[in-house]
C-alpha cells in the first residue's frame, strides 16, 4: 500500500492510499481520515462510507464535511472508489454514468464482460477491511457503515449480510429497491444477469423481505431530490422495516437535493448517530 | 445576473450566479450563500472571500466547510473567481499557473496584454460589491474580507485602502509582500510593469510603510506549508504591523500545508472572529 497525499485537517490526518487489489485485478484508491485520537495509539471505532454513482474517493474527500465531526467523536472514516478502473476495465456500452467506471454497485459481477474486474463485493466486504486493519488503528468491533445514493444501497446490503459486523447503519438519498428502479435494473441486469433470483441479494428492500435483519437504520433523504420517485423509493424501504419490525428513522428534508451540499449538512448529525452505537 | 445554480445546504441556500461584467469585458462567475437568516428580508453582514491562484468560486465553495458556521453566525458569504475568463482573455504565454487565467492578482493591469481584461480590483472592489447590494440581503454597513494565498493579497490590500468599508479582515496563508517574493514579482512585473512604485498600493507591507491602517488583522498559516518561506514571509508583516501598530494575530499552526485541509480546519474561527466585529 501506497500513501499518494497525506495532509493535516481538523488535528487529525487525512490519507488518499492506494493499492493492488486481488479482488478487483487492478490498482484502487481509497481515502481514510484519522482523527487526533489516533495519535496515542489506541484501536478506535471506524466509519466506512460507501459513495454514489459517478464518485471516486474524492468526493466526499473533498466535499463531505464529515472531518470535524470525526476528530470531535474520534471516529476512523474510510472511502473507497466506487468501481475497479484503469487499463482493460470495461465501461458502459452507451457512455452511461450509471454503469460501468464509477458504477459498481458493490457487488461481484457474474457476467461478461464485467466479471473479471468489478468484484467490489468483495473488495469492500473482505479485502480492504482486511488492509485497513492492518494498516490503521482501527478496531474491529465497533464497525459502522454509511452510504449515499448507489452507496447507501452498497451500505444498506453490506450491513444487511454482516450484520455481526456493523453496530451502525445510516444512509443519505439509498437506492434500497434496486430490482424495483430503473438505475438499479440497469446495474442488476447487466452485472448478474436476467435471472432476478440472483438480485435479491443485492436488494435491500428483498433480503429485508428474505428474512435479512439489522435492529435500526438511520436515512435522510431531500424532498426536493430529483431521483427520489423514480430511483430511490423510500416508501419501499419504510414498508420493509415496519414488516420486519426494523427500527428505521426516516428523515424527509424540506428543500434539499441530492447533492453534497445536502449530505454535508447532515452529516454530523449522521456521524454523532454513529459515535453514540460505537461507544 | 443569471443563477446558474442554487441547492440548499445547513438550512441556507448556496447559490452560483453569472453575469456579464463591465469591468472585465466578459462574463463572471461568483457564489452566495444565503444563511437561513435571509428568509426574513432583514439585510446580514457579509463576509467577502477572496480565493488563491488556480481557483475559481468553486473550490471554496465546494471544500471550504464555511456554511455551517454562517448558518449559525447569520453570514452572507460571496466567492468572486480569481480572474477573468473566456475568449479573447489571455494567459501566461510560459504556460504558468501564476500569471493570467485563474491569477488575476485582485488589480487592474496597466501592461499589455492584460490591460483589456484583467480589471480584477475594479471587479471586486467596485462592480461585485454593487450587484451584490442590489441582489442580495446584506448590510453595506457590516462587511468582512478574507482570502487565501493570493486571495489573501487580495483580502488585505482591498481593505488597506478601503479601511472605512471593511469592519474585519483576516486572511489564510496570504502572499503579503508581492514586491518581495516570486510569485509576486512575476505578476506585478507582467500586469503593471517595471517600475515598482506602480507595485506598492497592491503590496500590503508597502502599503502599511506607506501610511496605510487597520486595526487590527487576524492570519493563520501552517508551519509545514511548503510555499511558506519563499512566497509568503509572514515575518514581513509582523514587522510591519508593529512598526504601524495593528494588531496582528497570527496564528502558525503546527503540520497545515497550503491546502483546502487546512483552510477549512480554521474556516469556521476566522468566520466567528469576522461575526464578533460585524455585530
Redesign the interface.
Same mark, same amino acid.
Given at each position: 500500500m501506497e500513501i499518494v497525499s497525506e *495532509?493535516? +485537517?481538523? !488535528?487529525g490526518r487525512?490519507l488518499v492510499c492506494r493499492h493492488s487489489s486481488v479482488a478487483t485485478g487492478t490498482d484502487m484508491t481509497f481515502s481514510v481520515f484519522l482523527p487526533p485520537q489516533s495519535e496515542s495509539g489506541a484501536r478506535l471505532p471506524v466509519v466506512w462510507y460507501l459513495s454514489g454513482l459517478t464518485c471516486t474517493h474524492a468526493n466526499v474527500t =473533498?466535499?463531505g =464535511?464529515y472531518? *470535524?465531526a470525526c476528530a470531535q467523536l474520534g471516529l476512523v472514516f474510510v472511502a473507497p472508489d466506487t468501481s475497479p478502473r484503469g487499463e482493460g476495465v470495461p465501461t458502459a456500452p452507451d457512455g452511461g454514468w450509471d454503469l460501468g467506471l464509477g458504477a459498481g454497485f458493490y457487488l461481484d459481477a457474474t457476467e461478461e464482460p464485467w466479471s473479471g474486474h468489478y468484484r467490489m463485493w468483495t473488495y469492500v466486504t473482505e479485502e480492504l477491511p482486511a488492509l485497513i486493519e492492518a494498516k490503521f488503528p482501527v478496531e474491529s468491533g465497533r464497525q459502522g457503515i454509511m452510504g449515499h445514493s448507489m452507496g447507501g444501497h452498497g451500505a444498506l446490503t453490506v450491513a444487511l449480510r454482516n450484520p455481526e459486523r456493523f453496530r451502525s447503519v445510516s444512509a443519505f438519498s439509498p437506492i434500497i429497491a434496486p430490482s424495483q428502479v430503473p438505475w438499479g435494473q440497469k446495474a442488476l441486469g447487466n452485472y448478474l444477469g436476467a435471472d432476478r433470483r440472483a438480485w435479491r441479494k443485492h436488494d435491500a428492500v428483498a433480503l429485508i423481505e428474505d428474512g435479512a435483519r439489522i435492529p435500526e437504520l438511520l436515512v435522510d433523504v !431531500?424532498d426536493?431530490d430529483p431521483f427520489l420517485e423514480q430511483e430511490l423509493r423510500p416508501e419501499l424501504l419504510e414498508e420493509a422495516c415496519q414488516s420486519a419490525g426494523i427500527e428505521l428513522q426516516l428523515n424527509r428534508r424540506p428543500?434539499?437535493?441530492h +447533492?453534497?451540499?445536502?449530505i454535508?449538512?447532515f452529516m *454530523?448529525d449522521h456521524l454523532r448517530w454513529h459515535a453514540e452505537r460505537l461507544r
Open positions: *495532509a493535516k +485537517s481538523h !488535528g487525512q =473533498e466535499n =464535511e472531518r *470535524a !431531500g426536493s428543500g434539499y437535493d +447533492s453534497y451540499y445536502f454535508s449538512t *454530523a
